[in-house]
């Protein structure tokens, strides 16, 4: 589209093929047929009923009646953008895949972010783990690097994938709770699978109820290979960092916001590209040597591990830019099809039992959501380079293949399309010894599923412990069954004393009679106090009414915006509001539709002489931010709001007369984001 050339990508305008503006058209069939007549069908007689001869009322209700294909079996709900990736370093040194080496190239990508549990009509803030799965349009072929934004997972071996997923899903026999791990199956399933345990304490902490798609961390998850020109490997694991830090909600927060808004994050992420704050992550990998494979005391196969960040460095290789929506939901975020097997030469698996399960379920699972075998034609599918093979027909076939010869090898076409050697591009499986008796069995390297539980508990700070304490309690204080419940404490007893004792106390369990761990490590990469804090895009709600100080307003508006802060004014009515010294500012809220969860900080003007209502929602507002750990500020009349709450000189609460010292302060706590030990001062 005309407004995209500036920044097309070899995706973007292949894209263009298939894309269709039907604005200012002909209605016609969808053979082409010009239409007379599309609101009543074909009668006998005008009270008489409809015809089968009808075609037109016919293809119509069909094509309607077929409209929705199977949601995905899990991470349903998603959204998709577009954008593109940029390498920073070199990386022969491990790869020849050549997008990890042109350090001058951009690949374009798409990304779906999603979550995992609830429908695709559920909603965005629910605690879960959220996907991050990118497809690199690579110029050797599709890329995909299927992710999450926590870096383990439940389970150690593909084969409990269909268990796991039964015992979070909705209950089998009245589908309830939607989009929630709070019930018995997934804590029975937990309790009775105790690799979950690592995991289990990131789904509990604030990773689950991320603040946006742009503030997050996403995980590889799985240990890889990277393979070099000479054929060398190493193992990595890759990550995504997000420039804006990684930041969450909190809980009460989350569950709000899933009824006021429940596309929050689609909301988030669609605006903020939209209005060219365009999210950035950074790629960074860790890289073991082949012969450091059993140097780390666990085992680099097993998927509920983490490589600690100040053990292994994570090294930034590159950033990914993404800078634009969808032209159309379907087609694009509901059709693209991601699998782990897309790889590129230089990129390489190892035998971790998940990752080899994964290879299989993902193109099973889009052969049925799909609809067939020719998934890879859909637009947003195809690789940028063309593909050429003896595969053929099966449903919706797009491609008209010439020629009589679909079979290897041949001589009617000189044996082509011919396989290519490995030194001219062709892909070669990286040539692992394997040796082994056949045995169904875990490894007993694969035993100890505790340690790393302990070291994420470790490295947590007091708000984030109590964040967890709080997760669990909420969790399993909707479990029913008695016996679960006490085998979930005894289970993280395992973890920390502290912590099960603590959710015991609050579900009415019975604490833990025995526990413990000698695991004294932290890994303070893992506490999100030590993120990346930025005023980047952060909401601020301005309340004010008719009156108000118009020079201070509008310096502060001067300031925020000028930082990269997206203020947005809430009055008695939406539209023009006057101030002083002329100022008339334009407010897009009323209480109504504006609540404090939808914004990241408050800046209190003043309130209403006339409007009772209006008065009691502002006092409301900033009550509730306020418990949520927000950035509070007023000035002039605004600061009496504040007293009446009680909230002045709390951390976080800033007032005062001199406004440049005013707005340098607010917009500092603004970028500190959240005052979690408020409740202590
Ligand atoms: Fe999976 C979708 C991530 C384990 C089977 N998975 C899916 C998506 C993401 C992940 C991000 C959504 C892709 C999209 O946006 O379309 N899955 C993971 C991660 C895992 C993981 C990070 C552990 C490290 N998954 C996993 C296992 C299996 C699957 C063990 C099966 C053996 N996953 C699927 C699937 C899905 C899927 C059934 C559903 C829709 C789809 O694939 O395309 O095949």
Request: hydrophobic share 40%.
């Amino acid at each position: 589209m005309d407004e995209h050339n500036d920044r097309k990508n070899s995706k973007d305008e292949q894209l263009d093929i298939f894309r269709t503006d039907d604005r200012g058209k002909e209605l016609t069939t969808n053979q082409g047929l010009k239409v007379s007549e599309d609101e009543f069908s074909l009668k006998a007689g005008v009270r008489g009923p409809t015809l089968l001869e009808d075609f037109h009322f016919r293809e119509k209700l069909t094509h309607f009646d077929h409209e929705r294909i199977p949601e995905r079996v899990v991470h349903a709900r998603g959204f998709g953008v577009h954008g593109e990736f940029q390498l920073y370093k070199n990386m022969e040194k491990y790869t020849r895949a050549k997008f990890l080496q042109d350090t001058s190239r951009k690949t374009p990508v798409f990304v779906r972010f999603s979550t995992v549990n609830g429908s695709r009509g559920s909603a965005d803030t629910v605690r879960d783990a959220r996907g991050f799965a990118t497809k690199f349009y690579t110029e050797e072929g599709n890329y995909d690097l299927v992710g999450n934004n926590i870096p383990v997972f439940f389970i150690q071996d593909a084969i409990k994938f269909p268990d796991l997923v039964h015992a979070f899903k909705p209950e089998p026999d009245n589908d309830i709770p939607q989009a929630s791990t709070a019930h018995d199956t997934f804590w029975d399933f937990v309790a009775n699978n105790q690799e979950s345990a690592h995991m289990i304490m990131w789904i509990m902490s604030d990773r689950a109820i991320p603040r946006s798609f742009r503030m997050m961390e996403g995980f590889g998850v799985h240990t890889f290979r990277l393979v070099n020109e000479e054929g060398k490997a190493h193992f990595v694991k890759f990550h995504w960092k997000p420039l804006l830090g990684t930041h969450s909600l909190v809980w009460d927060e989350a569950r709000k916001l899933a009824g006021i808004d429940p596309d929050f994050h689609r909301n988030d992420l669609w605006g903020a590209i939209e209005n060219g704050f365009f999210p950035e992550f950074e790629l960074g990998v860790q890289i073991l040597a082949e012969e450091d494979e059993f140097s780390l005391g666990f085992d680099i196969l097993d998927a509920t591990k983490i490589w600690p960040e100040e053990d292994i460095p994570v090294n930034i290789i590159g950033k990914m830019t993404l800078n634009r929506n969808v032209d159309n939901f379907f087609a694009e975020t509901e059709q693209v099809a991601f699998h782990l097997g897309n790889v590129v030469p230089g990129i390489d698996f190892t035998n971790d039992p998940l990752l080899q399960g994964r290879l299989f379920s993902y193109l099973d699972t889009q052969l049925l959501r799909l609809g067939g075998p020719n998934f890879h034609e859909i637009p947003i599918n195809r690789p940028v380079v063309p593909f050429h093979n003896n595969q053929r027909e099966g449903f919706h076939r797009q491609t008209i293949n010439l020629g009589k010869v679909s079979y290897h090898r041949n001589s009617l076409a000189g044996n082509t399309p011919s396989p290519v050697s490995p030194d001219k591009g062709g892909y070669a499986t990286y040539q692992e010894r394997v040796d082994g008796v056949k045995i169904r069995a875990r490894s007993e390297s694969f035993a100890d599923h505790f340690s790393q539980a302990t070291l994420f508990w470790n490295s947590m700070s007091p708000p984030e412990k109590m964040h967890i304490i709080e997760a669990f309690s909420f969790e399993l204080s909707k479990v029913k069954s008695e016996s679960v419940k006490q085998q979930v404490v005894d289970m993280f007893a395992n973890v920390d004393m502290e912590l099960a004792t603590a959710f015991a106390i609050n579900i009415g369990a019975h604490p833990p009679a025995r526990g413990g761990s000698a695991v004294t490590k932290s890994s303070p990469a893992l506490s999100q106090e030590n993120t990346v804090k930025s005023v980047q895009t952060r909401k601020v709600a301005i309340i004010l009414t008719e009156g108000f100080n118009g020079p201070e307003v509008n310096y502060v508006l001067y300031r925020l915006i000028n930082e990269g802060i997206i203020p947005e004014i809430i009055s008695e009515h939406i539209g023009m509001v006057h101030g002083t010294e002329g100022v008339v500012v334009k407010a897009e809220h009323t209480f109504l539709t504006a609540k404090s969860v939808l914004f990241d900080a408050v800046y209190m003007v003043r309130g209403s002489n006339t409007n009772v209502m209006f008065n009691k929602d502002a006092a409301y507002f900033i009550d509730e931010a306020y418990s949520h750990y927000k950035p509070i500020g007023a000035t002039g009349a605004g600061i009496e709001w504040l007293r009446v709450n009680q909230i002045l000189g709390q951390p976080g609460v800033i007032t005062g007369t001199d406004m440049q010292e005013f707005v340098t302060q607010f917009i500092e706590a603004v970028a500190a984001q959240r005052f979690w030990y408020r409740e202590l001062a």
